[in-house]
């Protein structure tokens, strides 16, 4: 029997087994349940005594993990052929709060000084150039700080004064850094996902701080991580998406492919998120919604949404992940989410928002009139903001066929309806 300790700070959360049939399983450690500051990894795991079996308990660990190429590039230089692997390798400073080790006590000393390493960034940007996978140099630098979920290749790091830094003693980092997406047909992704990220703030939804450090050749994009607070020390905040909540492996993120559906995930909000927020939470996630049909992104699946958990109360996390994947031809065509009766975002409108109503239990019109709203606010702010990225960055051809692709969205959902 293999097994991993996993810790918040320095308490011990519980530990994370693997049997010789490669059947994984976790359980709670007595003195976390006697904890009166105790939190559960997930919604689907709620504090027992009893252990948890192979596909929760997957559900959970495999969903902090890098995914697709990301994730083969690793496996392949680094020798990590399962999620157990992975974390004993790379799970000090996972999504959210938790720490994973095979060590008996945590890797994290809030005593230590927290010496930074410096990442090689001409290491980095060589491996952009000869479209390999940038997470592979970060696991070559410091074991353990890799572990963070996603499709994309990414790293986290601190970032001071456009330098990127690794932390030590098992300290969290700061920011998550995105570099171009090598794949044939898709470009400028770094601009993409800047462009999208800032039009959702200047509609109103809650995303968290972002920027480019733009050198034209490498173009990196660079986020706040929303579960990190930076004060005189940097705290770890618990999240869990929405295929950890539910007990889904990353496989079946999307609706289509036996995924939660709209619908389970605002039946999920509206049933977990702390009283004072939930109301806003749920008319967040429909203009989420909205927001992601109308800039084209078909990847807004549910591992792109998250809950935090804020001094023993959950709430929505800030949103992320947000780009215009309908720009790139070869990429998936259909919406994560079937609206009403149509995963196709040409042919969803006013009867498709109706059945969106009746099946969310909405006052009738609820709906249309979010898309309404949405659509409204995207054509007051989608030209002016592309006009200023363009001054950030002339280079930049996509964002404005992106403003455009968005307002043909907006018309094209008025004339289904709307």
């Known amino acids: 029997m293999n097994k991993l300790n996993v810790f918040y700070e320095k308490s011990l959360v519980g530990t994370l087994f693997r049997d010789d049939d490669l059947v994984y399983s976790f359980n709670y450690s007595d003195s976390w349940l006697k904890d009166k ?30 995914e697709g190429e990301a994730r083969e590039a690793i ?13 004993k390798k790379f799970g000090k400073d996972c999504s959210g709060a938790i720490i994973v080790s095979d060590s008996f006590e945590s890797p994290f000393d809030p005593v230590k000084k927290n010496e930074l390493i410096e990442i090689d960034m001409k290491k980095v940007y060589q491996a952009i150039d000869e479209k390999r996978s940038v997470a592979e140099v970060i696991a070559n630098l410091n074991p353990g700080y890799l572990s963070i979920a ?72 660079i986020t706040t991580r929303y579960d990190r607070t930076v004060g005189k020390e940097i705290k770890r905040i618990h999240q869990q998406d929405f295929c950890q909540a539910q007990g889904i492996v990353s496989e079946h993120k999307y609706e289509a492919k036996g995924g939660p559906s709209l619908k389970d995930n605002y039946q999920l909000i509206k049933s977990h998120v702390t009283i004072t927020k939930r109301s806003k939470a749920l008319f967040d996630y429909l203009d ?99 006009i200023e ?14 403003s455009e692709l968005i307002g043909d969205r907006c018309k094209s959902i008025k004339r289904q309806g709307v």
């Open 150 to 221: 996603g499709a994309q290749d990414k790293f986290s790091a601190i970032v001071k004064e456009s330098h990127f830094y690794l932390p030590t003693n098992g300290a969290p980092t700061t920011h998550i850094v995105k570099v171009p997406i090598c794949r044939s047909g898709v470009k400028e992704s770094v601009y993409n996902e800047y462009y999208c990220m800032k039009l959702a703030h200047l509609v109103g939804m809650n995303v968290p701080e972002c920027f480019v450090l733009d050198n034209e050749k490498h173009p990196l994009y």
């Open 75 to 87: 496996e392949k230089s680094q020798d990590t052929k399962s999620a157990f692997d992975f974390l």
């Open 288 to 386: 989420w919604i909205c927001f992601n049909l109308f800039i084209g992104n078909n990847d807004s699946h549910s591992k792109n949404i998250s809950f935090l958990l804020n001094n023993g109360k959950i709430e929505l996390a800030p949103f992320y992940d947000l780009l215009c994947t309908a720009i790139y031809p070869k990429l998936k065509r259909n919406f994560s989410f079937i609206i009403g009766d149509r995963d196709d975002a040409s042919r969803v409108g006013k009867n498709q928002f109706q059945l969106v109503d009746e099946s969310l239990g909405l006052k009738e019109g609820t709906m249309q009139l979010k898309a309404i709203e949405m659509s409204e606010k995207l054509m007051e702010h989608k030209d002016k903001w592309a």
């Open 37 to 66: 500051n105790a939190f559960q990894l997930s919604l689907a795991m709620p504090l027992q005594k009893e252990s948890f079996g192979n596909k929760i308990t997957l559900s959970f660990f495999e969903n902090l993990l890098p």
């Open 389 to 402: 990225v363009k001054k950030e960055i002339p280079s930049t051809k996509i964002v404005q066929r992106i």
